[in-house]
């Protein structure tokens, strides 16, 4: 059984206690922007030449420097709710691809993977966790306390309204509030459901060893994958995409779930190596990192590929209202919509393609908090410039989004390395325990 470290428990509540003095600190100094200051800053963009939109509600309804004024300061004020957002999303969407790869390797009979079972059951313990921080941030946005969602505003489906927009009134069927309201319970009840009914299964055929409970438990994995499949597509358009509902993505989905999925297995790995070196999971071997690091480098390549193929699709087509989403990353985001393609696909690419590399603990582990660290850029890039635009390099923003971050950190740590003092380590009524406990890379 493991034991949860006093030092790490004390580092994880220091995270959380951390991350909420240094939100509340940038929450205050957000609050303590006047309309002059917000003024200040807007005329500052507009005379540096950063005048391209981040987003499609700047390019609809009265375009004079009244309403200016007021989408930035909308944009200025959402900066606390946007910074939570875009860590909760992604750390939710993480612990939900971590239970989808447990799932894939019970569907696939896999053997290798097994011993690192109850690590993917321990990280998947935080969706309830991260799914009630998303569940609040909803309930802060369909209450107009929050304006992440510009769709939100119901005078832009009132075709009487001097603010109605064509395009949102089309798709009112399926962006509303109580349709909007409902996809968010599916998602987070569905995902918690799930994460407990897999541990529970997963743990009574430890006590039976019955191959009837593991084919349960695989009939469980096979219902898990298809609501991830769904549900990862759907959470990506309702809590990512529809930041602006104007421009939209066929490859978007892929896109933001194999963001998470490359992320899940970084921690994966970074949790696994931890147990190893403190002596809880000796199980574990060169060959096991070495599937990982496999699984590591290929998802950040098929990351590359989904990122690449949704921009030049867009670049190519030169189509306004599409293209605007790119041009205003470039012009407002340009130290860190670029840039993450080093840690995400350049340093993964140049490090992790020998097979050799896959074997070395700190290589591996240094890449898989490197990877992490791309992706949580990613994120913010996805997030930011529709809704903070580009009122982002300020230091409330900075003290918001590193509050927000190491929160999140602690708030995962402590409930990942909580929930595996639970759980016995070793899986032994696993059919499969066998062949990952001798399990050996042939090359």
Not at 201 to 211: A, I, L, P, R
Request: charged share 10%.
């Amino acid at each position: 059984m493991y034991s949860f470290s006093p030092k790490l428990r004390l580092v994880s509540i220091a995270l959380l206690a951390v991350g909420l003095i240094l939100f509340g600190i940038g929450y205050f100094m957000n609050h303590g922007i006047d309309a002059a200051k917000i003024e200040h800053m807007m005329e500052a963009s507009h005379s540096a030449g950063h005048n391209i939109p981040t987003h499609s509600s700047e390019m609809v309804g009265p375009q004079d420097h009244k309403a200016h004024l007021e989408h930035a300061t909308m944009q200025i004020h959402n900066q606390p709710l946007a910074a939570i957002h875009f860590v909760a999303v992604f750390a939710f969407g993480v612990s939900c691809a971590v239970l989808f790869f447990y799932c894939i390797q019970h569907a696939a009979h896999a053997g290798w993977s097994i011993i690192i079972t109850r690590v993917m059951e321990a990280i998947a313990s935080y969706i309830p966790w991260g799914g009630a921080i998303l569940i609040l941030i909803m309930i802060l946005n369909v209450t107009h306390n929050g304006h992440l969602f510009h769709w939100m505003d119901p005078e832009l489906t009132d075709p009487k309204s001097g603010q109605f927009d064509a395009i949102l009134y089309e798709k009112k069927k399926f962006l509303n509030i109580p349709f909007y309201v409902f996809r968010n319970i599916l998602y987070v009840a569905g995902a918690s459901f799930f994460a407990w009914k897999l541990k529970q299964q997963s743990k009574k055929v430890d006590e039976t060893k019955s191959h009837r409970d593991y084919q349960m438990l695989y009939r469980w994995a096979i219902g898990y994958i298809v609501f991830f499949g769904f549900c990862s597509a759907a959470w990506a358009w309702d809590w990512l995409m529809s930041i602006d509902p104007h421009w939209y993505s066929t490859m978007y989905i892929w896109y933001s779930m194999v963001s998470c999925l490359t992320s899940a297995i970084a921690v994966i790995i970074l949790v696994s190596v931890y147990l190893k070196k403190k002596g809880f999971l000796p199980q574990f071997n060169d060959n096991h990192l070495h599937d990982l690091g496999k699984f590591l480098f290929a998802t950040s390549m098929l990351w590359t590929y989904t990122w690449f193929a949704q921009f030049m699709l867009y670049w190519y087509a030169n189509v306004p209202e599409e293209v605007n989403y790119f041009f205003g990353r470039f012009q407002h985001y340009g130290s860190t919509f670029l840039p993450m393609l080093i840690f995400n696909f350049l340093i993964p690419l140049m490090v992790m393609v020998s097979s050799s590399i896959k074997r070395n603990y700190k290589v591996v582990t240094t890449m898989a908090v490197i990877v992490i660290f791309g992706h949580l850029l990613d994120y913010f890039n996805m997030v930011m410039p529709g809704t903070v635009g580009p009122f982002w390099a300020n230091p409330s923003m900075l003290i918001l989004v590193i509050g927000a971050v190491l929160f999140i950190i602690g708030l995962f740590i402590f409930v990942v390395m909580n929930a595996l003092t639970k759980l016995k380590l070793i899986p032994t009524g696993n059919p499969y325990l066998k062949e990952s406990e001798i399990f050996e890379y042939p090359f």
